[in-house]
T-cell receptor, first 110, second 115 residues
């Protein structure tokens, strides 16, 4: 059974620093992996989608990588800002099932 | 504007009183799904639909029903709600028949409290 783990569960970082969020999954037979952002009490906003054949995707200050063979993905955030404070979730997609990690709660200190 | 809408956004009800949470998308997506989000448990899939009249169970389907009579709508039905169904519910959709093909779009969420 696919399990998705995100470590750490919470992270506090001073503004301006670069940071990396981690996502690991147990079954490498995935179709793609998606990173989301969730603000308190709000819905999920898609950040990046990496197909299984891809190694990374970039959007602005965000860069997501995927190493399917080792079951790992990272989300790199450059030059962090207070507005980046949120919970970040990764989700592994395989055909008809989508499995989410429990998220990393990120707090950027002004 | 492309979006997924849910109604109601907030609902407080009592045990056993049937309720329906509506979900609608205007992107002509084939795939739609329902999730519940609980502290410490994360997001878990309840039901999903790959197209009209095609639905299947996710990881936590007990106590829920769904229907997909039209492509744009995917209501979640709680026939006899119980307090353990108190949760934050999300509807999502994506293009393509299978969930894993394309980017998922989420609704704003419905916070349900069952007393």
């Amino acid at each position: 059974k696919q399990e998705v783990t995100q470590i750490p569960a919470a992270l506090s970082v001073p503004e301006g620093e670069n940071l990396v969020l981690n996502c690991s999954f147990t079954d490498s037979a995935i179709y793609n992996l998606q990173w989301f952002r969730q603000d308190p009490g709000k819905g999920l906003t898609s950040l990046l989608l990496i197909q299984s054949s891809q190694r990374e995707q970039t959007s602005g200050r965000l860069n997501a990588s995927l190493d399917k063979s080792s079951g790992r993905s990272t989300l790199y955030i450059a030059a962090s800002q207070p507005g980046d404070s949120a919970t970040y979730l990764c989700a592994v997609n395989r055909d008809d099932k989508i499995i989410f990690g429990k998220g990393t709660r990120l707090h950027i200190l002004p | 504007e492309a979006q997924v809408t849910q109604n109601p956004r907030y609902l407080i009800t009592v045990t056993g009183k049937k309720l329906t949470v509506t979900c609608s998308q205007n992107m002509n997506h084939e795939y739609m799904s329902w999730y519940r989000q609980d502290p410490g448990l994360g997001l878990r899939q309840i039901y999903y639909s790959m197209n009209v009249e095609v639905t299947d169970k996710g990881d936590v389907p007990e106590g829920y029903k769904v229907s997909r009579k039209e492509k744009r709508n995917f209501p979640l039905i709680l026939e006899s709600p119980s307090p353990n169904q108190t949760s934050l519910y999300f509807c999502a959709s994506s293009s393509g028949r299978l969930a894993g093909h394309n980017e998922q779009f989420f609704g704003p969420g419905t916070r349900l409290t069952v007393l």
